[in-house]
């Protein structure tokens, strides 16, 4: 009998062992196929788009670096970029905040508390369309509930999604309501992890509610607010729908951020190498903050 056709120690045959050898292959094959087909490349097609000329998808002229020289001196680039800037610190901060107050109020042994959190957690798992057009019955200026809301006070009603002064402020509020429940369940869940101990020997050593909350709660919430905070503008820069559906960008450009600009650059003005060179600018700028991410949850790890 050869060495080869000897049992192995461990019992098993040449056969099994190969299908062993093969099998994790083959669970991560799927999901590998469908990273190619639907992320790497899509990217790779339109890196070849931002170098052309072109309103399809199909073949267009090879204007080189042109399309991204473009993108230096558009005005309504910059319009886009400002908008997604405002947009973006309107919405992460608040969320945060109310996140961390719902979180705080709902830690505590209350009546109906589950339910509560229930309630303050289903926005976040609607659809953006639905939100949207939902909103936009609400802040209807014609008929909505809101501005039927002040005539009954009394009050005149606002041009909550017509008006450049008002509609971004709407759109605000609107991403806030349904990103707020997200917020509250991960500090709930950092709460909860902090030793009750802790809060016991603050409270003992004559500690207020507010000192306990300043000197021993935000401390140990900081790695859940890092990546909270990276995770929040992630989502602001990937906020497409609700903004579609509810202002399409308007009233003019004072609600276009730069997703929506890219779409529109595409779709509307028939522009798709500029489109192409856009999103990549977009995909850059979501790389930078996902990077920052990995090294909030590291870090995080690492305090743990």
Known sequence: MSRLDEPRKDGLGRGTRRRARWAPYVFVGPAGLLF???????IVIAVALSFQDTATLGDGEWVGTANYRTMLGDPLLRTALLNTLVFTIGTVPTAMAIGLALAVALNRPLPGRGLLRALFFVPMIAAGVVVGVIMSW????DYGVANNALAALGLGGLPWLTSPSTAMI?????????????CMVIYLGALQSIP??????????GASGWQRFRRLTVPMLAPTTSILLILNVVFSLQAFDVIYVMTGGGPGFSTTVLIQYVFRSAFADARMGYAAALGLL??????????????????AEELL
């Open 282 to 299: 977009l995909v850059v700028i979501l790389l930078v903050f996902t990077l920052l991410r990995q090294r909030a949850t590291k870090r």
């Open 170 to 182: 709407t759109l605000i509020g609107v991403v806030v309501w349904t990103r707020i429940g997200f």
């Open 138 to 141: 609400i802040f209807n200026p």
């Open 36 to 42: 190619l087909a639907f992320s790497l490349l899509p």
């Open 196 to 205: 009750a101990e802790l809060r016991e020997a603050a409270a003992i050593d």
